[in-house]
C-alpha cells in the first residue's frame, strides 16, 4: 500500500512538474465580487503573456457607489494537471468608490462616495477548465494609496470566462515567429559576414 502511494505521490507531482500553468492563451468573461460594503459583477479577460504567466484587466461596478478597473499579472502553478491550477499576483487598481471616516470625537462615522482611488491589489486563487470555459475562484485584497479612508479592503470573486485562443494555437505562433526571428538573425548575420570580408556576389 505504501509502495502504491509513493508511486501515485511520484507521478502527480511529475504531472504537476511538466504541465502548462493554463490550458488557455485569450479568455473573456464574467467576474462577480462581493466583500463587506459591496457586490459587484464586471468584465474579466485573461491574456497569457509567458509559459505560466498571465496579464488580466477586471472591470467592475456595482451600479450605485464603486466602480473600480484593475491591471493585474499572474504566476500560474498546475494542480495534477493543465486543467486545473492555483495562481497569485499583483497589480494596480483604480476607480470611484465610496469611503467611512470615523469621528472620534463625536463617534460619528461620515460617509463619502465619488471619491477617486488608486491601490494596490494582490490577487491568488484557483482556476479550472471544462469544456472551452474557465471558471475561477480568488481573493484580491486591495491595499488603499489614495482617495479612500480604509486601507485594506478584501475581495472574493468568481468568474467564468470562454476560451478565445488556446495555449496550442498560441504556442504554434510563438514557435513560427522564433523560427522567423532565427532565420532573420542567421541572413543578417551572413550579411555581416559578407560585408566584412568584402565578399563581391559578381
Known sequence: MKKQLLFLTIVLVSVSHFSFGQRYATSLGLRM???????????????????HLTMEGILQTDFDRNTTVHVLMARHRPIISKRLNYYYGGGLSTGREESFVKDRETKEIIHTYGNATMGID???????????????????????????????????????????????????KWRKKKRAKRKKNQDTFGDKFRNTFQFNSK
Do not use: C, H
Open 33 to 51: 465580487g462581493s466583500n463587506d460594503f459591496s457586490r459587484t459583477i464586471g468584465f474579466t479577460g485573461k491574456q497569457r503573456i509567458m509559459s
Open 122 to 172: 494582490f490577487i491568488g486563487g484557483i482556476e479550472l477548465t471544462v469544456a472551452n470555459t474557465v471558471f475561477s475562484l480568488d481573493y484580491k485584497p486591495n491595499v488603499n494609496l489614495a482617495g479612500r479612508e480604509e486601507f485594506f479592503r478584501g475581495q472574493v470573486g468568481i468568474s467564468a470566462r470562454t476560451v478565445l485562443v488556446k495555449s496550442k494555437e498560441q504556442d504554434k
